[in-house]
């Protein structure tokens, strides 16, 4: 793992903070962390009146810190990326008990006065991830050695992220050296380290990209977590940059079934599995001649499981290629594997 | 014209700053200038060691501010943007001699203690116009009224921002209502305003494009500085960002004929008109569905006019499109400037 943020490792483990949130979907950095740094998570902690919960044991900062936490991350990622003066004295508490702040918000820790106050009175650390590391340089286009795998979506916020890291997980279960790379706030908690594309200026997004996925032994796999999507009307950019610069040998393409309209742009229709496997192709295929697509990952969380097997055969037999739910695992995601390593 | 240069009117006019530069395709700011702003640059200045000229008078840039320059603009669009030590004494000079110091690059000049510590003694004026506005929005997709066009290139630095220009200029002189629309860090400072894309963070690239066209009459044109190149290793996510953001209706796709090799990556091929052609409308169809390509614009700037002509007219037969040279004007042109009016 290569540590991104500079000069920062970040501290561990943690302690989970879901503010006073009461919709599960703002909660979705806490619900990562549980589900996929789970032996690094030591408890959650709530303001009174929050109703959402990650099923982790409920401590107090002190407590926390006594069983080991070194850091409370804010494990909620609501609209606007904004912290709420009613977190403020729970954020103060956890530093008080020994905590480090870690923020994956838009908002800047340090913005606020008593946080920056008593960081420095009591030599505590906030730290802010979606904040891009220094001198990333314009993209040269070069090739690089090692292997690449890039998870793209028809859409943001469907899977892309689980999708690679339960990819890496399954490459390291087969004794394949494997690297999960985070491009997203979630992720970069997870992973300990990575580059927030979002948070990076646009004429070095593909710059940062080449940075992420550096030379590595020729049998190195990088997993890529893909953002946005290439037919987003807002993000669109960002998928592009992402594409080119880390040069994927191999692209599995994310969906979610039923999902027909852009999350937040509802104008605008969400493009079919072999469009994005064309379009992605296609584009990628510039900076990386020999591209080829693995299969598909379908998030089929809302379906029970028999209607999620027949479907992924379904949709296996109508694209003639290996599609799977990660997160279902069994023959259909093993074929996946297989394709991606092939 | 909108100012979108937060409460900076540019002093002019201009002395046009060369560096230290050997390659003509790093002066491009310097040569825009001249070309399209010459009535407000009374000179150029250089490092030892430059071979790049615009033609213009070479002065001292006290020389200049008594031929009444009020700024010296670094004239220089290098690679990453950076302010090299070597120009840091020119600068000086400049501000010494009166001028205040205009920048497109992406490196801020107050981060140079020298350039800080002489402007704020002699109280000069250090400007960033590569600095994007405040308040940048996440794209909507939202069509708007008006007519808008985009240049599109098939690389950098080959005439899309001389091309938008010259069709504003034809718009007008047809009585058409038009607006050219800056992109980047020459068109703004020739514009007097405008949007630096590639300084944008790339979450929001395509809103900035959506904030620099804005609603409008119906039967007024925006006519929008292309930026990067679809196919291009570093920036092709700003250019997919600018044409989702811009949603124009009409392309005019830009090619500099002979160029072969993408300029600072000779690694990758120049993409051919047609392919361009193609991707541009695919892509921008997203969230356009009805735009169409009026013509091609070729920079035969290295040609003979009858060559030039020749090139021109097997060019429009070839490609069953108008093709013209905007420098060159002629019927060619007016068959251009007709098609995207049309």
């Known amino acids: 793992?290569?540590?991104?943020?500079?000069?920062?490792?970040?501290?561990?483990p943690y302690?989970?903070?879901?503010?006073?949130?009461?919709?599960p979907g703002y909660a979705k950095t806490a619900f990562g962390l549980r589900d996929w740094a789970g032996e690094r998570c030591v408890g959650e902690f709530a303001c009174e009146g929050a109703t959402v919960t990650t099923g982790l044991r409920s401590m107090t900062p002190a407590q926390a810190h006594a069983a080991g936490a070194r850091a409370m991350v804010i494990g909620v990622a609501n609209a606007g990326g904004f912290i709420p003066p009613s977190w403020l004295s729970a954020l103060v508490l956890a530093m008080e008990a020994g905590l480090d702040i870690i923020s994956g918000m838009h908002a800047r820790l340090r913005d606020f006065d008593v946080l920056r106050e008593t960081a420095d009175?009591?030599?505590?650390?906030?730290?802010?991830v979606r904040q891009p590391p220094a001198g990333i340089p314009i993209a040269t286009g070069r090739r690089r050695k090692g292997q690449r795998l890039l998870t793209l979506g028809t859409d943001c916020a469907l899977?892309?992220?689980?999708?690679?890291?339960?990819?890496?997980?399954a490459f390291a279960g087969r004794g394949v050296d494997a690297t999960f790379r985070a491009t997203g706030q979630?992720?970069?908690?997870?992973?300990?380290?990575?580059?927030?594309?979002?948070?990076?200026?646009?004429?070095?997004?593909?710059g940062a990209a080449e940075m992420l996925t550096p030379d590595a032994d020729e049998k190195h796999w990088d997993v890529i977590e893909g953002q946005g999507s290439l037919f987003h009307?807002?993000?669109?950019?960002?998928?592009?940059?992402?594409?080119?610069?880390?040069?994927?040998?191999?692209i599995v393409v994310c969906h979610e079934p039923g999902r027909e309209r852009v999350l937040?742009?509802?104008?605008?229709?969400?493009?079919?599995?072999?469009?994005?496997?064309?379009?992605?192709l296609r584009l990628g295929s510039r900076t990386r001649p020999n591209i080829r697509c693995a299969g598909v990952s379908l998030n089929t969380s809302k379906l029970s499981e028999s209607a999620a097997r027949k479907l992924i055969a379904e949709e296996s037999s109508r694209l003639g290629r290996p599609v799977a739910d990660p997160m279902r695992g069994g023959e259909?995601?093993?074929?996946?594997?297989?394709?991606?390593?092939a």
């Open 121 to 128: 009175r009591l030599g505590r650390r906030l730290i802010d």
């Open 15 to 23: 302690l989970l903070f879901l503010g006073d949130t009461t919709e």
């Open 1 to 12: 793992m290569i540590y991104l943020i500079p000069d920062v490792q970040l501290p561990q």
């Open 332 to 341: 259909a995601f093993d074929r996946l594997v297989d394709a991606c390593l």
């Open 264 to 280: 937040g742009h509802p104008g605008y229709a969400v493009p079919g599995i072999e469009e994005t496997i064309y379009l992605a």
């Open 233 to 250: 009307p807002a993000y669109a950019g960002v998928s592009l940059a992402l594409l080119h610069g880390s040069q994927p040998d191999v």
């Open 159 to 169: 899977g892309k992220k689980y999708t690679a890291l339960a990819l890496t997980r």
């Open 186 to 206: 979630t992720g970069i908690l997870i992973a300990g380290g990575g580059i927030p594309m979002d948070a990076v200026v646009s004429d070095f997004a593909a």
